[in-house]
């Protein structure tokens, strides 16, 4: 990859939010979580669809804090509309270890 300059970074919205709601998503064609996602403020609850079952329960999840991308546009995964873009990073196996703070932190709250 390319360098890229602080502008192009601001582009990027990444925010903090709480999930307030999980469901499975059995009809997804890899194995993957519906999750709905509070950012508060003007942002409001987001939904996203994320591949995160080898690491993360329903249970687990709920009231736990993420950090999404919440500028791209929807993405209509199946039947499902992904409103925000939940980030992660791969194990030694490949599977999704969520980013999120170690610290609870106001939701909403922008990276930099």
Known sequence: MGDISYDDF???DVRVGTITRAEPYPEARKPAIKLWIDF???IGEK???AQITAH???ETLIGTQVM???NFPPRQIGRFMSEVLVLGFPDANGEVVL???DQTVPI???LH
Do not use: E, F, N, Q
């Open 40 to 42: 508060g403020g003007d």
């Open 47 to 49: 939904k996203s669809s």
């Open 68 to 70: 999404a991308v919440v």
């Open 10 to 12: 601001l582009k990027v």
């Open 56 to 58: 993360y329960t329903i």
């Open 108 to 110: 909403g709250g922008r």
């Open 99 to 101: 980013a999120r703070p």
